[in-house]
């Protein structure tokens, strides 16, 4: 396993460094699967990509070869998502979203088209270099400190420029959102993480996403 000569191992180069190393992806995958990995459809492939997102920003050239470490990052992500599947008949990624707040009834678990959504925002979080797993732990815990939270990315979501300064630098601009939300850098600061993974789902418009969050926004999308 080796890089493209002067290959930068760096977020900001993550969509490059995914298209020249998918085949070692795919093979690390099916590796710990046993199956072959259908890119656009299989969730163990697109935990892999958040996988190799996290390997990506937590790299260290000290550690050696950086393909060798972002397989053990992948394969530890894998085996433990394949460890909760086979021991919980509940879907791991939907415990991860009531984890983060999101009011989903054992219905609705079985919902096709939510689990689909999932599948596709974890894909998005990806290219910022996040997981449902990161989410889950940075949440705000504070039923009032996640209301806020929402509210703010979804004033974020509502204006162009932030939107496009936030998908071409792949983070939260943390002083042109407080402005919009007339709050204080802090208060976007400490739950940045949340409000980005929020302003995803309004930005992408994921219906039922966007209805488990709750916000009058919504509603034009259902």
Same mark, same amino acid.
């Given at each position: 396993m080796t890089l493209i000569p002067g290959e930068k191992i760096e977020i900001d180069n993550l969509q490059n460094l995914i298209e020249n190393h998918m085949a070692f992806l795919i093979r690390t995958v099916s590796g710990v699967t046993g199956r072959y990995v259908s890119v656009e459809n299989d969730e163990e492939f697109s935990i892999a990509l958040s996988a190799f997102a996290e390997a990506v920003e937590k790299y260290d050239p000290e550690r050696g070869n950086f393909l060798t470490f972002a397989r053990l990052v992948i394969e530890s992500r894998l085996k433990t998502f394949l460890s909760r599947e086979s021991s919980r008949p509940r879907h791991a990624s939907l415990e991860q979203l009531q984890e983060e707040g999101y009011d989903i009834s054992e219905e609705e678990e079985n919902d096709a088209g939510l689990h689909e959504e999932i599948l596709a925002y974890r894909k998005e979080l990806f290219k910022f270099g996040l997981t449902l797993e990161r989410l889950a732990d940075e949440a705000p815990k504070h039923s009032d400190t996640r209301k806020n939270a929402i509210h703010i990315a979804d004033t974020a979501s !509502?204006?162009?420029?932030?939107?496009e300064t936030t998908y071409r630098k792949?983070?939260?601009?943390?002083?042109?959102?407080?402005?919009?939300?007339?709050?204080?850098? !802090?208060v976007v600061k400490r739950s940045k993480t949340f409000i980005l993974a929020a302003m995803i789902v309004f930005v992408k418009r994921f219906p039922k996403l966007c209805y488990w969050i709750k916000t009058a926004r919504c509603t034009d999308v259902l």
């Open positions: !509502k204006d162009e420029a932030t939107v792949k983070k939260l601009p943390i002083r042109q959102v407080a402005r919009l939300s007339n709050v204080t850098e !802090k």
